[in-house]
């Protein structure tokens, strides 16, 4: 379990004196450990060990209980389940005594997806429970759970996981794989899981094969499209110091990586609203951020006006719009970013006299006086016609769908996606691919209409795609070229090994170390 100290802790202190209340709800984002903590309690309660705080996790019914084979407990994904008749189903068993262990747990996952008769079905039997019988209530909408649920409830709020402890777990992972692993590059995976340790691990697999078996930062800041660590600080010093020169040399690079764009901006929002945070509330908060990144933060904090934060905000939430509406992330980028540093706030704002409503700083934007090297550093081209693309118009084969992906027009996380799948049928009008289970996570609505579009636009039709999630086996672009990745580097080390001048080194006992050697990414 990493995180929520606090929540386990209480949970602990209950079983330890056998006073676990009956039905507990989890509330949290996707990813933080709602169901994990729902297994953990599980094997507390029918460990062979006896019950107690610490179950042992090796005996049989933990095992089971972590295999998903025990029979006293119950996972059940209310999202697939809402009907009445299954919810009675589902209860209809709950007075019976356990069959193997001593309690019945029932772990009913995104609980607010119930319908309203479900609803009233389970309250009957929360209102009296049995005295084997637990309820762990999951969801990551709470709001949505009937007020009559939520009173016969204890309630648990789980935190978003920070991203020092998700990153400190991924290096703990990696280091129990022997993975070797740049430590920015675990921090921009934690950065990017949002406090989702699961979507982590789910980001870490994805750049474990980019990169053919080591977590790089430049691997990864690739995949996910975004600006590494530096990169991203960079672009928020130019826009904090109103620097025109460096975000135009910024916006060049920009362009060359056509990364994701909308990231970025969600990046810099967060960044942003940290600093404000800092500014206003003081160090202590919030807390999770990376420790060479303090000092950093300090300096801006104390160079920054809060007033400018708040108008870069709105700036680049209004961005962030228009990027949904307007399909040319990059136009509007660019001109978010030259918003960014033109607009300044009415400082005199803030020295309205008491008693009158200065009102909200955005309302009251006006650019600061043109003057000479005021003009915007970058002149963005006009959004330009797609060029049509011949339709291919024949069904694709599960052989050529790898090639197929590879001369796609994606960038960023989407390919990605796009690389780890298999194409299991295309009749023209729908397209059926498969994702691997680790990465469905992964897959955000967002995602999936980058992935729409592409292949629209490739087939020159609207055709339906179909994501499924399968076991992950078949031949997948991703799988073809960590292969070719590691024959090619192979035959780097063996042609390194045939240098005369190596090979002086290696009598001298000289070794080369497992990994280091790596073929140049075209
Ligand atoms: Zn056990």
């Given at each position: 379990?990493?995180?929520?100290?606090s929540?386990?802790?209480a949970?602990?202190?209950?079983l330890?004196?056998?006073?676990?209340?009956?039905?507990l709800?989890?509330s949290?984002t996707?990813g933080?450990?709602?169901t994990?903590?729902?297994?953990l309690?599980a094997?507390a309660?029918n460990c062979?060990q006896?019950?107690g705080?610490?179950?042992?996790?090796r005996?049989q019914?933990?095992?089971?209980i972590?295999?998903?084979?025990?029979?006293?407990?119950l996972?059940?994904?209310?999202a697939s389940?809402?009907?009445v008749e299954?919810t009675r189903?589902?209860l209809?068993?709950v007075?019976?005594?356990p069959s193997?262990?001593r309690?019945?747990?029932y772990?009913?996952?995104e609980?607010?997806?119930?319908?309203?008769?479900?609803?009233?079905?389970l309250?009957?039997?929360?209102?009296e429970?049995?005295?084997h019988?637990?309820?762990?209530?999951?969801t990551?909408?709470?709001?949505?759970v009937?007020?009559?649920?939520?009173s016969r409830c204890l309630?648990?709020?789980?935190?978003?996981?920070?991203?020092?402890q998700?990153?400190?777990?991924?290096?703990?992972?990696?280091?129990?794989e022997?993975v070797?692993s740049?430590?920015a590059?675990?921090?921009?995976l934690?950065?990017a899981?949002?406090?989702s340790?699961?979507?982590?691990l789910?980001?870490?697999d994805?750049?474990?094969?980019y990169?053919?078996g080591?977590v790089r930062?430049a691997d990864v800041?690739?995949?996910?499209g975004?600006?590494?660590?530096?990169?991203?600080?960079?672009?928020a010093?130019a826009i904090l110091?109103?620097?025109?020169?460096?975000m135009g040399?910024?916006l060049?690079?920009l362009?060359?990586?056509?990364?994701?764009?909308a990231?970025?901006?969600e990046?810099?929002a967060?960044?942003?609203?940290?600093?404000a945070?800092r500014?206003?509330?003081?160090?202590?908060l919030?807390?999770g951020?990376r420790?060479?990144?303090?000092?950093r933060?300090a300096v801006?904090?104390s160079e920054?006006?809060?007033?400018d934060l708040q108008i870069?905000?709105?700036?680049?939430?209004?961005?962030?719009?228009?990027m949904?509406?307007?399909?040319?992330?990059?136009l509007t980028?660019?001109m978010?970013?030259?918003?960014l540093?033109a607009?300044?706030?009415?400082?005199a704002v803030?020295?309205?006299?008491?008693?009158?409503?200065?009102?909200v700083p955005t309302?009251?934007w006006?650019?600061p006086?043109?003057?000479?090297?005021?003009?915007?550093?970058?002149d963005?081209?006009?959004a330009?016609e797609?060029?049509?693309v011949p339709?291919?118009?024949r069904?694709?084969t599960q052989?050529?769908?790898?090639?197929?992906?590879?001369d796609?027009?994606?960038?960023?996380?989407?390919?990605e996606?796009l690389?780890h799948t298999?194409c299991t049928?295309?009749d023209?009008?729908t397209?059926?691919?498969?994702?691997?289970?680790n990465?469905a996570?992964l897959?955000?609505?967002?995602?999936k209409?980058r992935?729409?579009?592409a292949?629209?636009e490739?087939?020159?039709r609207?055709?339906?795609?179909r994501i499924?999630i399968?076991?992950g086996?078949g031949?997948t672009?991703?799988?073809?070229r960590?292969?070719q990745m590691?024959?090619e580097?192979?035959q780097?080390?063996?042609e390194l090994?045939?240098?005369?001048?190596v090979?002086?080194?290696?009598?001298?006992?000289?070794?080369?170390r497992k990994?280091?050697?790596?073929?140049?990414?075209?």
């Open positions: 379990m990493i995180g929520q100290e929540t386990v802790r949970l602990q202190n209950a330890g004196q056998n006073r676990l209340h009956p039905v709800l989890f949290g996707r933080v450990g709602k994990t903590l729902g297994r309690i094997k309660l062979e006896g019950m705080p610490e179950p042992c996790g005996c019914n933990c095992e089971a972590d295999s998903g084979r025990f029979p006293d407990f996972e059940i994904d209310a389940r809402t009907r299954e189903e589902l209809a068993n007075s019976y005594l193997r262990g309690a019945r747990v772990l009913i996952d609980v607010h997806m119930l319908s309203g008769h479900s609803f009233n079905a309250l009957k039997t929360l209102e429970p049995p005295p019988v637990y309820f762990l209530l999951a990551t909408e709470p709001e949505k009937p007020v009559t649920i939520l309630r648990f709020a789980l935190r978003r996981v920070p991203v020092d998700i990153a400190g777990h991924l290096a703990l992972v990696a280091g129990k022997a070797p740049e430590s590059a675990l921090g921009l934690a950065d899981a949002q406090g340790v699961r979507d982590a789910s980001l870490m994805l750049a474990l094969t990169g053919a080591s930062e800041a690739a995949i996910l975004t600006l590494d660590h530096e990169q991203l600080h960079a672009l010093s110091k109103k620097d025109r020169q460096r040399e910024i060049g690079v362009h060359a990586l056509e990364p994701d764009y990231g970025i901006l990046s810099l967060r960044l942003f609203v940290t600093l945070c500014i206003e509330l003081g160090p202590s919030p807390a951020m420790s060479e990144d303090e000092a933060f801006w904090a920054t006006d809060p007033l870069d905000y709105e700036i680049i939430r209004k961005g962030l719009e228009e949904r509406a307007i399909d040319d992330p990059e980028f660019d978010t970013c030259v918003r540093l607009f300044e706030p009415d400082r803030r020295r309205a006299p008491a008693g009158q409503d200065p009102g309302s009251d006006k650019p006086q043109a003057g000479p090297g005021r003009e915007a550093p970058s963005s081209p006009p330009m797609a060029p049509s339709a291919s118009r069904p694709l052989a050529e769908w790898p090639s197929y992906v590879s796609l027009e994606i960038s960023g996380m989407a390919r996606i690389n298999i049928q295309y023209g009008k397209l059926m691919l498969e994702l691997a289970q990465f996570n897959l955000t609505t967002q995602l209409s992935i729409d579009g292949l629209r490739r087939e020159n609207d055709l339906e795609v499924e399968g076991d086996s031949e672009l991703a799988k073809q960590a292969c590691e024959q580097q192979e780097v080390q063996a090994n045939r240098d005369p001048n090979q002086k080194l290696l009598e001298r006992g000289a070794e080369i990994g280091s050697v790596r073929p140049t990414r075209r």
